[in-house]
């Protein structure tokens, strides 16, 4: 089993900052690839940006590229996972969630976290 918990979303003008966290806890040997996804009303949840195992490889969606910086720290009981998001749009707003996803023997491993609401305002 893997538990993500999420915090750091909130409110903030068109032009700020706001860097969202996730914690993943308990198997954390099982996952591969990280990544926060993001779903704003009406709209089908879509990838923001993952991050490999090591972090050696991320990948972003083109509407963020430059703007937000994804990164991982593999502690030894607890992995780290979070997003710094600059330049805020109000196309930003949406609910962030973090995912988890193995691979190989582990492939069957796909966890998200409970959500954590970003408000942008113009």
């Known amino acids: 089993q893997v538990q993500l918990v999420e915090s750091g979303g909130g409110l903030v003008q068109a032009g700020g900052s706001l860097r969202l966290s996730c914690a993943a806890s308990g198997n954390i040997f099982t996952i591969d690839t990280m990544g926060w996804y993001r779903q704003a009303p009406g709209k089908q949840r879509e990838l923001v940006a993952t991050i490999s195992t090591g972090g050696g490889s991320t990948n972003y969606a083109d509407s963020v590229r430059g703007r937000f910086t994804i990164s991982r720290d593999n502690a030894k009981n607890t992995v780290y996972l979070q997003m710094q998001m600059n330049s805020l749009k109000p196309e930003d707003t949406a609910v962030y969630y973090c995912?988890?996803?193995?691979?190989?023997?582990?492939?069957?491993?796909?966890?998200w976290g409970q959500g954590t609401l970003v408000t942008v305002s113009s």
């Open positions: 995912n988890a996803r193995g691979s190989g023997i582990y492939r069957n491993l796909d966890i």
